[in-house]
């Protein structure tokens, strides 16, 4: 075909299809939801059966730092729980710990000042699968789903960017909350936990994301988090996200979810000399308005049904894939909180940007695994990279104020 893929021919089909359907969208809206008042900034509650930061509203700013244990024993270990607990706690409640004789080190950086102001400051505590080994006799009591990652379709996994005993996650409306808030729970657990790997970004959200529609695009330029779960709808997160008494977990994990990260390098590059009509085509949706292909608003559903040969949505088209919108498909939702992050650049020149996709679910393998199995060998696989991240599972939280995240399962 003269050096022309099939692909570039339907890319380019779909982009006059799509122009097409796109003539009769008006352009009003586009300003809709900036319009809309945002909420103040607020303080979230360490206090709950659910650790807070999984189902509030996400920070502009996040990080998350994977750590080795290196406690001793299952006391040790304890103790650093309780302190990480504590000082999460005290962090997320605004609690700016009292002064010290000058003669000694101060007990907070001062990063944030003598008030803390309130900043939608989240704190997430989870583990990972090594921490249940031999070491402190956790063994019998590991979420039964919770294992290393693999490596999975076209990954290339660091083992300096990848697992780990304990997870942190933390997210903020600003970026020295958020490095504030590391420092103070490394002070807190020096003693035994060591940093493994660290990863920070940051997410553009609008003044008031809504179901189906969001403002954050990744560095790809295309929105990320469209038709995402709605984090405040119960009935949803009892079904999608948290562990139920009835899942064959172990007793102490109910309440808490599945945590998947996955840190993806984007050639972006690459992506940056390809067609705009291969881009949507890829994506599967207007890079414009985030609107499916053909479509004319980012919260319209997509249809496949009447589109069986693919020739407005391709058939391997990302969101085709990742959701294809078939009873089936309905089981494997889950709540994503990822953000994009830049690290510099290789060796090469090229740069080192991408997603760190974050996922929370109830069943590991109904949700991330089954989605992931549906996007093996898809096109984006040319222009994308998994570097690192892990499995871990979120602890539940705590209701009590005398009892620390990890209790349960601590013993």
């Known amino acids: 075909m003269s050096g022309v893929s099939r692909r570039s021919l339907l890319a380019g089909a779909v982009g006059l299809g799509g122009a097409a359907a796109l003539a009769g969208c008006g352009s009003g809206g586009r300003g809709a939801s900036s319009a809309s008042a945002g909420a103040a900034p607020a303080r979230l509650p360490f206090l709950g059966e659910h650790q807070a930061a999984i189902s509030g509203r996400p920070g502009t700013s996040g990080l998350l730092a994977a750590f080795t244990s290196q406690a001793d024993d299952r006391r040790e270990l304890t103790e650093a729980f309780e302190s990480l607990s504590t000082t999460a706690r005290a962090l997320m409640e605004g609690e700016v710990p009292a002064e010290r004789p000058s003669g000694f080190p101060p007990l907070d950086s001062g990063v944030l000042g003598s008030e803390w102001q309130p900043d939608d400051l989240g704190i997430t505590v989870s583990v990972g699968a090594s921490l249940f080994d031999d070491r402190y006799g956790l063994a019998a009591r590991r979420p039964r789903q919770l294992v290393p990652m693999p490596f999975l379709a076209n990954d290339r996994l660091d083992p300096e960017r990848a697992h780990g005993d304990v997870l942190l996650s933390v997210s903020a409306g600003h970026p020295d909350t958020v490095l504030h808030a590391l420092r103070q729970l490394m002070r807190a657990t020096r003693g035994a936990l060591t940093l493994h790997w660290t990863v920070d970004g940051y997410n553009r959200l609008g003044p008031r994301e809504r179901p189906g529609r969001t403002d954050v695009r990744n560095l790809l330029g ?10 405040e709808d ?3 997160m009892r079904r999608y996200v948290w562990v139920g008494a009835d899942d064959g977990e172990p007793a102490w994990a109910v309440g808490g979810s599945y945590h998947e990260v996955r840190l993806i390098r ?3 590059e690459h992506w940056d000399r390809t067609s705009l009509s291969e881009q ?5 949706r207007h890079k414009r308005t985030g609107a499916p292909l053909g479509r004319c608003r980012e919260e319209d559903v997509p249809v496949f049904d009447d589109d069986p ?4 949505t391709p058939l391997d088209a990302h969101i085709r894939l990742a959701n294809p919108r ?8 889950v709540l994503r909180r990822g953000f994009s992050y830049s690290a510099g650049f290789d060796g090469a020149g090229q740069l080192d ?8 679910q109830r069943d590991l393998e109904r949700g991330f695994l089954a989605v992931q199995a549906r996007l093996d060998g898809e096109p984006l696989e040319e222009y994308v990279l998994p570097v690192g991240g892990g499995f871990f599972f ?4 705590t209701s009590h104020p005398d009892r620390f995240l990890g209790a349960e399962l601590l013993g």
């Open 222 to 231: 295309f929105k990320d988090g469209t038709a995402n779960l709605d984090h």
């Open 234 to 236: 119960e009935a949803l």
């Open 266 to 268: 984007m050639l972006v």
């Open 280 to 284: 949507e085509a890829i994506i599967g």
């Open 309 to 312: 040969d693919g020739r407005r």
């Open 326 to 333: 078939t009873r089936e498909a309905a089981d494997n939702l």
């Open 353 to 360: 940007q991408g997603l760190a996709f974050v996922c929370f």
């Open 394 to 397: 979120a602890l539940p939280g």
